[in-house]
């Protein structure tokens, strides 16, 4: 029930019938006999309840003043009484921002129907309120959320970027360790040793420097990859002037985008390695969509094969590293291997999943061999 309410009509006997029967239901009447000092009691009445109006006054009438009344802020609910059965005008009234329309009789009996109609009223606002709270608390509870996301997304950058530093001093410090070594064959682990780092070193970069950290742009992280490699070789002779990058855009996880960046090193060191005993030649680094989840990426040369000419320098320096990181990273991707080669040269194909199912994850989890 409505503790106070105020009735507005011009009839100051139907104020005072009003305000005596509502009384006696424990409901504080206030009135007003015309419409403008209707507005200035609800002024100065700020804890009304429900306001019930004469639809015809003299001056200010039942139908402006709910139009009125409804451009407040924080309303009480408006009732349009008449003394006339007159649907057309209780349309109006209701498409005029009316809650309801009651139709008021000679004898006061209408007093009754006031009663229940400011009851729905009073429901209809305790539920409004209780559904703008509700609407209240989601919206904070979002913003709060939204927040939340935005610090942490700004807390995984700044973490990324502190791993791709620390990864990138490692990478310094092999190589000047590789630079001062003496023996061929460890001034060589140790440059191997920093291209790996690097490629791993190039994702977090990647990651930091990107909105996403979720997801890696593949076909940057390449791009800059290769750059890297060829960046550290030309100071050994250029030997990677001819390798080439050709990749269509796409997006991994983090995880797959490490694991194929370690496989693309491994590849293209071996080629530059073995490939050519003499004269160095192309390599040609290829990565192509297919389907959803799934994409192919091919290291090839034209270079004299596995089985050949190199093998008696392979045979000499091979530690086999190289494949057993391949093949464990491949498990991570859930990749077929295929290598083809023959004299006029050698073809890897890794087909690999971008993104990995959070199961199948765990599952590859286990130590590589
Ligand atoms: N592109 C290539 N052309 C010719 N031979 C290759 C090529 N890639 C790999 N090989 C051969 O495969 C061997 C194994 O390579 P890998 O497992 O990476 O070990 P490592 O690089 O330490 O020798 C190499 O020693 C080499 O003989
Ligand atoms: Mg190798």
């Given at each position: 029930m409505p503790r106070k309410v105020l009735y507005i009509d011009?009839?100051?006997?139907?104020?005072?019938?009003?305000k005596r029967s509502l009384g006696r239901e424990g409901i504080e009447v206030v009135t007003a006999t015309d419409g403008e000092s209707g507005l200035k009691v609800l002024g100065d009445n700020p804890?009304?309840?429900?306001?019930?109006?004469?639809?015809?006054?003299?001056?200010?009438?039942?139908?402006?003043?709910?139009?009125?009344?409804?451009?407040?802020p924080n309303h009480p609910p408006v009732i349009v009484v008449t003394g006339a059965q007159d649907s057309r005008m209780a349309v109006a009234a209701l498409k005029a921002g009316a809650f309801d329309y009651v139709v008021k009789d000679v004898q006061g009996d209408f007093t009754y129907l006031l009663k229940a109609s400011f009851q729905a009223a009073a429901a209809a606002m305790r539920m409004r309120r209780a559904k703008e709270a509700a609407e209240e608390e989601v919206r904070a509870a979002r913003d709060r959320f939204e927040a939340l996301a935005a610090e942490r997304a700004l807390l995984m950058r700044e973490v990324n970027h502190r791993v791709g530093n620390s990864l990138q001093l490692i990478a310094s410090l092999l190589t000047i360790q590789s630079n001062a070594a003496a023996n061929a064959e460890v001034k060589e682990a140790l440059s191997d040793?920093?291209?790996?780092?690097?490629?791993?070193?190039?994702?977090?970069?990647?990651?930091?420097?990107?909105?996403?950290?979720?997801?890696?742009?593949?076909?940057?992280?390449l791009e800059a990859l290769v750059e890297d490699l060829r960046r550290s070789t030309s100071a050994e002779g250029g030997g990677l002037a001819q390798l080439t990058l050709q990749a269509e855009p796409m997006a991994a996880a983090p995880d797959h985008a490490v694991a194929l960046g370690m496989i693309v090193n491994e590849l293209v060191t071996n080629a530059l390695k073995y490939a050519y005993p003499d004269e160095k030649g192309a390599i040609r680094v290829i990565l192509k969509r297919d389907g959803d989840n799934r994409a192919v990426l091919s290291v090839e040369d034209d270079g004299v094969g596995n089985s050949f000419g190199a093998a008696a320098h392979a045979k000499a320096t091979s530690t086999g590293l190289g494949q057993r990181i391949v093949h464990a990273m491949g498990d991570k991707l859930r990749a077929r291997i295929e290598h083809d080669s023959s004299p006029h040269g050698t073809r890897v194909t890794v087909a690999f999943d971008l993104f990995g199912a959070p199961a199948l994850k765990t599952a590859t989890a286990k130590p590589a061999a």
């Open positions: 011009d009839d100051a006997g139907l104020c005072a019938l009003v804890d009304v309840d429900i306001v019930a109006v004469d639809l015809y006054m003299p001056g200010l009438g039942g139908m402006e003043l709910t139009e009125r009344v409804n451009a407040m040793a920093t291209g790996r780092v690097m490629a791993v070193a190039q994702v977090h970069r990647r990651l930091y420097t990107s909105d996403d950290v979720q997801s890696v742009a593949v076909d940057l992280y």
